[in-house]
């Protein structure tokens, strides 16, 4: 049976059960953006975070959303979902 690792992003926050990506892109978008204030988290049972809001983006949020697209697709990841213009879902098969 196949596995998954999960994603969502929605307009300013994003979600996904692997930290790693996380935490990779709070790294990323603080390089590119100083201003940036991470206004919500949340974590795991092993105390990882797993999901974030954000704002502070200067104006180019709709820029760091398809960067962020961007970025999961070269990643492996592929959108698989959406609920209306803000809300997509992506999935990355986990090799097992």
Same mark, same amino acid.
């Given at each position: 049976?196949?596995?998954?690792?999960?994603?969502?992003?929605?307009?300013?926050?994003?979600?996904?059960?692997?930290? !790693?990506?996380?935490?990779?892109?709070?790294? =990323?978008?603080?390089?590119?953006?100083?201003?940036?204030?991470? =206004? =919500?988290?949340?974590?795991?049972?092993?105390?990882?975070?797993?999901?974030?809001?954000?704002?502070?983006?200067?104006?180019?949020?709709?820029?760091?959303?398809?960067?962020? !697209?961007?970025?999961?697709?070269?990643?492996?990841?592929?959108?698989?979902? $959406?609920?209306?213009?803000? =809300?997509? !879902?992506?999935? $990355?098969?986990?090799?097992?």
């Amino acid at each position: 049976m196949k596995s998954f690792k999960y994603a969502q992003m929605d307009y300013n926050s994003f979600y996904s059960t692997d930290s !790693h990506v996380v935490q990779w892109f709070l790294s =990323e978008l603080g390089k590119k953006f100083p201003s940036l204030k991470i =206004e =919500e988290t949340s974590k795991d049972l092993s105390g990882d975070i797993v999901r974030w809001s954000i704002r502070g983006l200067s104006g180019k949020d709709n820029e760091v959303r398809y960067w962020m !697209h961007q970025q999961l697709c070269q990643m492996g990841w592929e959108p698989f979902a $959406a609920n209306g213009s803000y =809300e997509i !879902h992506f999935r $990355a098969e986990v090799n097992n």
